[in-house]
């Protein structure tokens, strides 16, 4: 049974810094695809940054040079170090799974209850 539990979320100001983390079961022996995604209020869900088997890692032009996704597979979590932060960076975040060839748009296949991530000016 995948599952996928956020945290870290948080209200920061502007040029801030936080952690989000996201514990994952079920995908130790299988873990082709993993990414953070974020949703505001009146927009479209989109992908912030993904990582696949081979830690290759792709990341939105929006937040390139700002935010960096990792994992530790020792402890099976997921991580999204987020420095620079801007109010447009505020969104639910959600942590995402996809087992075989890993998507390109948000059509994965497990999620996250998501974390709040409140950016004040």
């Known amino acids: 049974q995948v599952q996928l539990v956020e945290s870290g979320g948080d209200s920061v100001q502007a040029g801030g810094s936080l952690r989000l983390s996201c514990a994952a079961s079920?995908?130790?022996?299988?873990?082709?695809?993993m990414g953070w995604f974020r949703q505001a209020p009146g927009k479209e869900r989109e992908a912030v940054a993904t990582?696949?088997?081979?830690?290759?890692?792709s990341y939105a032009d929006s937040v390139k040079g700002r935010f960096t996704i990792s994992i530790d597979i020792a402890k099976n979590t997921l991580y999204l170090q987020m420095n620079s932060l801007k109010p447009e960076d505020s969104a639910i975040y959600y942590c995402?799974?996809?087992?075989?060839?890993?998507?390109?748009?948000?059509?994965?296949?497990?999620w996250g209850q998501g974390t709040q991530v409140t950016v004040s000016s």
């Open positions: 990582i696949d088997r081979s830690i290759y890692t």
């Open positions: 079920g995908v130790t022996y299988r873990r082709d695809c």
């Open positions: 995402a799974a996809h087992f075989g060839i890993c998507p390109t748009g948000t059509s994965y296949r497990y």
